[in-house]
C-alpha cells in the first residue's frame, strides 16, 4: 500500500504535525483561514490513515496509542474550529448517531451466493476432475484461502470513497449497513482504487469478531447479566444489526476481504486475471486480505494445503469453518459459470466439525462448593472436533427447559475453542415418544437434603453445610486460599472418604499416626502436611475471612471486612445495617454474611477452628498496618502508560497500603490519574473529564511526603534508590 519512500514521509509529516499541535486547542485552530486549516486538516487525515492502517492492517503500529490519540484529537478540534471543512472520508467520521427504523433494502452488485461443500480429499479430486473436464484442460492452478467464519459483507467505493456497506441478505438483496461498517478500522473509508483505474468497485469480504474479542466481550455479558453469544459468527452478525454506530464501533470487529465482484472501467478477466491479482490490488488499496493465499499447480497441492490450514486454525486469532478453493484464473469463471445455487469455480472444504450429534443417556448434578446444583449430561461417546465428548454442561435448569431437552433425546454438541462442551439443543425429528422429563432433584443428590431455590438465582442449591459434596469442593478451595500445599484435590479425596476428616475443623486435629497409616502415605508426607497445616493459623485475618467461603464474599470483599472489624466476633455482632453501609458492600453480599452466621454448623465449625489455636482475628502486622496514617483514603487513584521506578503491582501495593483505592477505569469518581510513559486512553478520558494528573515524578514527591509515617512505603522508596 505504501512505498518505502512515501513512508519515510508519512513518518516525517507524523513528527513535525506533532510538533506542530502541541498545546494547540480549539480556540488556536479558530485562528486558521478556512484554506490553512483545510490544508493542515488533509495533513492529519493522511498520516491518521496511514496509522490506522499500520494498526489495523498490518497489526504493526509505529506510533505510541498516545500520539495516535494527539493527532486525532487535533484533527477533531480543527474541523470543530471549522466545521465547513469536514469530509465524509475523514477519520473522525468513522462513527454516525444512533438510529431508529429499519436498515434500508440495497441491491448487490451482483448475486453474493453460497459455496459448494466438500468434506475429504477425494470430495476435492472429484471436484477438481469435473472442473478440468469442464475447462478440457489438465492444467487448473487453484488458489487456497481460509472460509471465514463471520458475516459476509458487500462494500462499495465509488471515486475511491466507501458509499456502501451491505449484509448478504438473500443474496440478490442486502441490507444497508454503511453505518455500521464504517466504524471498523481496518475498512478504509478511502481507498486509492483511481490509482488502479477503477472508478467503481463492487467487493466482498467478511466481518469478523475476533476469538479473543468474543471471549472478553462474552465474559462481559455475563457479568452484565446478558445472554452470551453462542459463537464469533452470531455477534459479529448481530453487532452488524445495531443501530447504534458508537457501540458497534466498541466491539473490535474486524474485516478481511477476499473477491472483487463488479468494478469498472477496468473489468474482472479482461484487466484482472487471476484471483491472486485480485487480492494484490485490494491489498495495494489497503485492505486485510486472507493471511493464507496460496496458489497451487494441481489439485495435490491444494490437499496438502489445506490439510496443513486445518492442522494450525486453532492458533488463528478467527474462527474459520473451513477453506476455499478457486481456480486461479478469472476468465475460466465465465466459462465454467454457476449452478443454481454456487459457482462452479469454487468450492469449500469443511474443516470436521467442533459440532456433533450423540445420545443423551442421562443428567446428573453436581454440587459445587456453596452448594450449587449444574446439570451435566452423561453422552454416548462421540468426537467432537477430534476429542471424544462423553459429557457435557446443560448450565442450568431454565436452559434445559428453554431448550426442552430430554433424557433419550439426540443432542447437538458443541465445543468452541477451549471451553467446555455443552449441549446445543435437540433433534426433534429423532425422537421416539419414550424420551423423559430432565427432572431437577427434589433432595441433594450426595447427601438428601431437600432442595432450595432462591427466587433471584437460576440454580437449585443443597442447603447442607456439612453436604459431603460442599465440603470437599470447600476443603479443596480452602487449601488454595491458605495455601497449604500438599492439600489439593487427590488428597482431600483420600482424607474424605478414608474418614480421617469429616469437616475442615478436622484439619487442624489431625493426628501424624493415623496419617501414616493411609495407602502412599509416609513419616516426611505426613510431617509436611501437619506443618503447612499449622503455619495456616498465622495467615492474615482477611484470607481467614475468604477460605470461610461465605457466598459473594470474595478477596476483595474479605479485605474489606478485615479493615473495618478487629476479629470475627465483632464481625459477627456487625448489624445488617452497620454491614450493608460498608463501601464496596451491597445489600446481597450483607445478606449472605448475616445468613453465613445464622446457620449452627458454621458457628461450630468456627468454635472448634479457634479451640485448635486457628483465631479469627487480625495479625500483627495487620494491626501495625491499621494504626498507620492514611493520608490517601478514600481516593481513587488510575495508573495509566509505564512508570520508570515501578511496576504497576507495586505502585497498587503503595496506593494501598497509603489507605487509597487502585482502579482500573477512570470515571467521575477518579481522584487523580499518574500518568507514565506511552499511556493509553485513560489519559485521553482524564483529560476530557478534567479529572486531575500527575506525572510520575509529581507522584513520587507526593510519596516522600508521606514516608515520615509510613515506615513500609519509607523501606521500598529506599530499595529503590528514591529517598
Ligand atoms: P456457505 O454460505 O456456507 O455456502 O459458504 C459461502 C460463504 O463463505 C460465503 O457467503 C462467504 O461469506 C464465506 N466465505 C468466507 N471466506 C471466504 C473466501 N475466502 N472466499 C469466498 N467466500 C468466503
Ligand atoms: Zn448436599
Redesign the pocket.
Known sequence: MYAVAEERELQKLTDELLKLIEGKTEEDWKKLSRKEAEELAEKLRRVIRYHDYKYYVQANPVISDYQYDKLFHALEALEKAHPEIITPDSPTQRISPAFTGEFEKVKHYAE??????TYSAEDLREWDRKVRELLGTNQVEYIV?????????ELVYEKDLLVRGAT?GD?IYGEDITMNVKTIKSIPLRAPFSKHGIDLISI???VIMPKSVFQKLNEEREKQGLPPFANPRNAAAGTLRLKNPAEVAKRGLDC?V??IFYSEPKKLCDDIKTQKEALKLLSDCGFKT?HIQKVCRNIEEVIETVLKAQEERESWDFE?????I?VNDICAWEKLGETL??PRW?V?Y?FPAKQAVTKLIDVVWQVGRTGALTPVAILEPVEVGGVIVSRATLFNPDFIRMKDIRIGDYVIVERAGETIPYIVGPIVERRTGNEKQIEVPTHCPVCGAPIVKELDEAVPRCPNINCPAQLKEHMIYWGKVLDIKGLGEATVNQLMRKGVVKSIADLYYLDKKELIKLPGWGVKKAENLLTQIEKSKSAPFWKKLTALGIRHVGEKTAQLLAKKFRNIQELMNAGFEELASIPGIGLITATSIKNFFKAEQNLEMIKKLEEAGFKFERTEEEEREQELPKPLAGQNIVFTGELDHFTRKEVQHIVELLGGNPTNSVTRKTSFVVVGKNPGSKYTRAQKLGIKMLNEQEFIEMLKEFVKENPEVRKILEEKGLL
Request: glycine share 12%.
Open positions: 453474493m451466493t453460497s459455496l459448494e461443500n484461502e481460509p472460509k471465514f467464519d463471520g458475516a459476509s459483507v448478504r443474496g466482498r469480504g467478511e478481511y477476499y473477491q486472507p474459520a469453518d473451513g477453506m476455499v478457486k445455487h454456487h469454487a469449500a469443511k
